[in-house]
């Protein structure tokens, strides 16, 4: 079996990267979610539930609204749920790559650049958006960029990058024409 060539979708909060994944879909790329493996892990993981459930007790476990709300006001306890999880999520995303028959595999990592995983892919691609448009989308979310790598950094590091600030017809169209470029090489 040919590898496929690897693709990493990543960008800012609110910028159409699952749009842009399920456009990938459409355009016959295998596609998957770090955020999917993720949930995952929360609701089937037993080592990841006894793990969370030892921190901040059972009603924390599987509720990831309660551990976002633990998460996001505490840095500590961030960072540690972040070291729980991506070894784990990094582990799922690799053992889906060595299922992929596709020529052409592209899983969505929002935090791609902030945990050092870009050199597994062969190419990158960064959804954006201005921010009042990420924020008219999302509603605040200052409270979690401020750990990130700006937008503009993001830009300079892809492969291909879209301002998002379209119509989902132009976001289509931009696949497209990633996936053509990929398919063509």
């Known amino acids: 079996m ?4 690897t693709v990493a979708l990543t960008g800012g909060i609110a910028a159409g990267k699952s749009e842009a994944l399920a456009a990938f879909a459409r355009h016959g790329a295998a596609t998957a979610s770090s955020d999917e493996f993720v949930h995952t892990l929360l609701s089937e993981d037993e080592d990841v539930r006894e ?3 030892a921190r901040w007790g059972a009603d ?4 990831r609204q309660r551990i976002g709300e633990i998460v996001f006001q505490d840095p500590p306890e961030l960072e540690w749920l972040e070291q729980l999880l991506h070894p784990r ?7 889906w790559l060595e299922t992929v028959s596709n020529p052409l595999a592209v899983i969505e990592i929002p935090l791609l650049f ?3 995983s870009e050199a597994r892919f062969e190419k990158v691609v960064v959804i954006t958006a201005p921010r009042e448009l990420r924020e008219k989308r999302r509603g605040s979310f200052a409270d979690r960029e401020a750990r990130l790598i700006p937008e503009g950094e993001k830009l300079k590091r892809a492969d291909f990058s879209y301002v998002n600030d379209g119509s989902l017809a132009d976001l289509d169209a931009f696949v497209a024409g990633v996936v053509e470029n ?3 090489s």
Request: charged fraction near 25%; avoid cysteine; hydrophobic fraction near 40%.
């Open 114 to 116: 902030e945990t050092g």
């Open 182 to 184: 990929l398919s063509s």
């Open 51 to 53: 793990a969370i459930r």
């Open 60 to 63: 924390a476990v599987g509720d």
């Open 89 to 95: 999520t990094r582990a799922l995303g690799d053992a």
């Open 2 to 5: 040919q590898r496929p060539v």
